[in-house]
C-alpha cells in the first residue's frame, strides 16, 4: 500500500508533464487542425534558454522561467506566422511536413548552439521527500504537479473570463464566421501557438530537472507520452488532454511497478499499445466525440 | 498509343539505368558503398511513396519494417546458415504480411491519428528487440556473416533496386494504381466508385512494407551489422523528407529523395560554409547538429519553393524545353490550359 500511494504520487508527477505537452499539442490542433510534431522540439529548445540564462547569465531559476515562457510565447507565435500561415492553404500532409522540418531544424540547431552533450537544469524544488506515516512523498512531483495546474487554471480562466480569450475560442470553432464578426482570425491562431509554445517551455523546464540531466533529445520520450495522453483524451478535448496525462503517468508508473513485463524499456511500447487499443475502440478518444464527417 | 510523355519518361529511365549500370566504372569503393546505401534507402522511399504518394496515408513507421526486414535476415544468414541473399525475398514477405496486419488498425485511423499510430511500429519494435537478447544480439548489435566491399554492395543492391523500381512502376499504372489514387484524393468517392476501401489501404500498407523489408535487409547487408539503433523514428522521418523532397506521387523522383538522405549530411559542412560565407557567421560548420540543421531548412525550403519537388522540377523544366521545341511563337498548343494546371 506504501508503495503504491508512492507510486501514484511519481506519477502524477510525471503526468503534469505529459498533460502540459498533451495541452499544448490540443491547443494547436484545435487552432490549425494539425498535430505540431515539432512540439517536443519547441519545450526543448526553450529548455535551453533558460539553462543558458542561468549557467551564463547568472540568473536564478523563476526569473529564467518566466523570462523563458515570454520568450517561448513570442517564439511560437512567429513561428506560426513565419512558418505554418503561408503553408495553410497547402493541405494536411504539407503542413505536418513543416512541423516534421521544424523538429529536424530544432534539433539541430540546438545540438549545433549547445552541444549534443549532457547538461544539468538544476531543481528549483526541494528534492527531498515527505514522511506521511509510512509512505514517502516525492517533493518535485508534488510541485510539478502543482505548476502545471496553476498553468491549467490561469489559460482555463482566460479562455473562460477575458474577451480575447473568447475571441481565440471563436475562431477555433468557426474561423468563417469569426472574420465576419471583426475578429482577426490569423492572429487569433499565432496566440494559439505562442500559448502551445509557453505550455511546451513550462513542460521541458519542468521535465529536465526530473531527468537530472537533460541533451538535445530529451523531449522525445515525453511528446510521444503527451501525443499518447491528447489523443487519449480527445485531441480537441484540453480538459480530456490534462486528465489523460495524469492518468497515463499514474499507471505507467504502477504498470512498471508491479508488472514484470513492463521494464524501462518496454514502458515506451505499453504506452503506444494502450494508445492504439483505444484508437481502435473509441476513435474519438475517452472524452472526446466521434467526428462527424461532411460529404 | 505511346505517347510524347511517356517516351520521355522511359527515355530518361533508360539513361538512369545506363548510368547507375557504368557508375561502378568511375566510383572509388568508398563511393560504391555510400551507392549501395543509398539503393536501399531508394526502395524504402519507393515504398514510402506508393503509401504517402499514391495512397494517400502517412507513415512514420517504415524504419520498423526495414527493422524486421534486416533481423530475418541477420537471425536466418548467422544462426540458421542461409545464404544472405536468399533471405531478401523472405525478409521483404515477413515485413509485407505486418505491414498488411497493421494495415486493419490503420483503416478506423485517417491523417494525423494514423500517423501518430505508426509512431508506435518503430518504438515498439526496437524495444523488443532490445528485450529478446538472445535472438537479435539486443543493443549491442549482431554481426552478420560477412563483410561486403563497396563494389559488392552496390551490385547486390543496384540489380534489386531497378526491379523493385519496375516492379512498382507496373503495380502503379495498373487498376491497383488508379484505386490508390483514387482513395488518396477522396475516399467517398472512390468508395462509390465500388473500390474496397479497407483491402485497397490494407494492401497499400502491405506492399509499402514490403519494400521496407527489402531496403532493411540490403541495408544490413552492405553494412554488415545489425543493430536495433539503426532505426528509429528518425530513419521513417528521413525516408520521409526524402520522399517530399523526390516529390510525392512520382515514382522517378524517389531517386533523388534516396541521394538526399545519405549525401546531404555528408555535404551539410560545405553547404553550411557557402552560406555563411557572404554574412560571416563565424560559426563551425563540422559539429554535431549542422547536418540536421541543413536537412531542416531544405526541407522547409522544399515545401515552400518547390512543393512536388524535384520530380515537379524537372517536369516544369521539361514542358518549358518541349514547348520552346513545339510551339511557333504566339501560337498556344492544344491542352495547353489543361497541362498548366498544378498538379495535387
Known amino acids: 500500500m506504501t508503495q503504491f500511494v508512492q507510486q501514484v504520487v511519481a506519477g502524477l508527477g510525471d503526468g503534469a508533464i505529459y498533460a502540459s505537452l498533451a495541452l499544448a499539442l490540443v491547443l494547436i490542433y484545435r487552432a490549425t487542425h494539425v498535430i505540431n510534431f515539432a512540439q517536443g522540439e519547441m519545450g526543448m529548445f526553450s529548455t535551453y534558454i533558460a539553462w543558458t540564462m542561468i549557467e551564463n547569465h547568472g540568473w536564478s531559476f523563476w526569473p529564467a522561467f518566466v523570462f523563458t515562457v515570454f520568450v517561448s510565447f513570442l517564439g511560437g507565435a512567429a513561428i506560426q506566422q513565419t512558418v505554418i500561415r503561408p503553408l495553410q492553404r497547402a493541405g494536411e500532409l504539407t503542413i505536418v511536413m513543416a512541423t516534421i522540418a521544424l523538429l529536424v531544424l530544432l534539433n539541430g540547431l540546438a545540438s549545433w548552439i549547445w552541444k549534443p552533450d549532457e547538461k544539468v537544469l538544476e531543481s528549483p524544488f526541494p528534492t527531498g521527500t515527505w514522511s506521511v506515516g509510512d509512505v514517502q512523498i516525492p517533493q518535485q512531483s508534488v510541485y510539478d504537479l502543482l505548476v502545471v495546474l496553476a498553468c491549467v487554471v490561469l489559460l482555463w480562466a482566460f479562455f473562460r473570463f477575458t474577451k480575447l480569450g473568447l475571441a481565440l475560442r471563436a475562431s477555433a470553432v468557426n474561423p468563417v464566421a469569426s472574420r465576419l464578426l471583426g475578429v482577426r482570425v490569423t492572429w487569433m491562431l499565432a496566440l494559439g501557438w505562442?500559448?502551445?509554445?509557453?505550455?511546451?517551455?513550462?513542460?521541458?523546464?519542468?521535465?529536465?530537472?526530473?531527468?537530472?540531466?537533460?541533451?538535445?533529445?530529451?523531449?522525445?520520450?515525453?511528446?510521444?507520452?503527451?501525443?499518447?495522453?491528447?489523443?487519449?483524451?480527445?485531441?480537441?478535448?484540453?480538459?480530456?488532454?490534462?486528465?489523460?496525462?495524469?492518468?497515463?503517468?499514474?499507471?505507467m508508473n504502477l504498470l512498471g511497478t508491479y508488472v514484470a513485463f513492463v521494464t524501462p524499456d518496454m514502458r515506451l511500447p505499453v504506452a503506444l499499445a494502450i494508445l492504439l487499443a483505444v484508437l481502435i475502440f473509441r476513435p474519438g478518444g475517452l472524452l472526446g466525440h466521434a467526428a462527424v464527417r461532411r460529404v | 498509343m505511346i505517347t510524347r510523355p511517356a517516351l520521355t519518361a522511359a527515355g530518361g529511365i533508360v539513361a538512369a539505368a545506363g548510368v547507375i549500370a557504368l557508375l561502378p566504372l568511375v566510383f572509388g569503393d568508398t563511393s560504391e558503398f555510400r551507392f549501395a546505401f543509398v539503393g536501399a534507402y531508394f526502395i524504402a522511399a519507393l515504398g514510402l511513396q506508393i503509401l504517402t504518394g499514391y495512397a494517400g496515408q502517412i507513415s512514420l513507421g517504415h524504419s520498423g519494417f526495414m527493422l524486421l526486414g534486416a533481423y530475418v535476415t541477420t537471425i536466418l544468414s548467422v544462426d540458421h546458415g542461409w545464404n544472405d541473399l536468399a533471405t531478401i525475398p523472405l525478409a521483404g514477405l515477413v515485413a509485407g504480411i505486418a505491414g498488411f496486419l497493421f494495415g486493419f488498425p490503420a483503416l478506423r485511423l485517417r491523417g494525423v491519428y494514423l500517423a501518430l499510430a505508426t509512431?508506435?511500429?518503430?518504438?515498439?519494435l526496437i524495444a523488443l528487440a532490445k528485450k529478446y537478447e538472445g535472438l537479435t544480439g539486443g543493443g549491442g548489435g549482431k554481426p552478420l556473416t560477412r563483410v561486403l566491399t563497396g563494389h559488392e554492395a552496390y551490385v547486390t543492391t543496384w540489380p534489386i533496386a531497378g526491379g523493385m523500381f519496375v516492379l512498382a512502376w507496373l503495380l502503379l499504372r495498373g487498376r491497383l494504381g488508379r484505386a490508390f489514387r483514387a482513395i488518396r484524393e477522396s475516399e467517398i468517392a472512390a468508395v462509390s466508385m465500388g473500390i474496397n476501401l479497407a483491402l485497397t489501404k490494407t494492401l497499400a500498407f502491405g506492399i509499402s512494407a514490403f519494400y521496407a523489408g527489402v531496403a532493411g535487409s540490403l541495408y544490413v547487408i552492405t553494412i554488415g551489422f545489425a543493430n536495433p539503433d539503426t532505426f528509429t523514428i528518425a530513419l521513417s522521418i528521413l525516408l520521409?523528407?526524402?520522399?517530399?523532397?523526390?516529390?510525392?506521387?512520382?515514382?522517378?523522383?524517389?531517386?533523388?529523395?534516396?541521394?538526399?538522405?545519405e549525401y546531404v549530411p555528408l555535404y551539410a559542412p560545405d553547404i553550411l560554409s557557402w552560406v555563411q560565407k557572404p554574412i560571416d557567421l563565424n560559426l563551425d560548420p563540422q559539429a554535431a547538429g549542422a547536418g540536421a540543421t541543413v536537412y531542416g531548412a531544405v526541407l522547409l525550403l522544399v515545401l515552400y519553393v518547390a512543393p512536388t519537388g524535384a520530380a515537379g522540377l524537372l517536369r516544369a523544366l521539361v514542358r518549358t524545353v518541349t514547348r520552346r521545341l513545339y510551339t511557333s511563337r504566339g501560337t498556344e498548343p492544344p491542352g495547353h490550359v489543361v497541362s498548366r494546371r498544378r498538379e495535387a
Open chain 1, 194 to 251: 505562442g500559448f502551445a509554445a509557453a505550455l511546451s517551455a513550462v513542460a521541458g523546464m519542468l521535465a529536465a530537472p526530473a531527468q537530472f540531466v537533460f541533451s538535445p533529445s530529451f523531449m522525445q520520450v515525453v511528446i510521444i507520452y503527451a501525443f499518447a495522453a491528447a489523443v487519449v483524451g480527445g485531441i480537441e478535448s484540453p480538459a480530456g488532454a490534462v486528465v489523460a496525462g495524469l492518468a497515463l503517468g499514474v499507471t
Open chain 2, 119 to 124: 509512431f508506435a511500429i518503430p518504438i515498439a
Open chain 2, 240 to 261: 520521409l523528407v526524402g520522399v517530399v523532397v523526390g516529390g510525392l506521387g512520382t515514382l522517378v523522383g524517389v531517386i533523388v529523395g534516396a541521394l538526399f538522405i
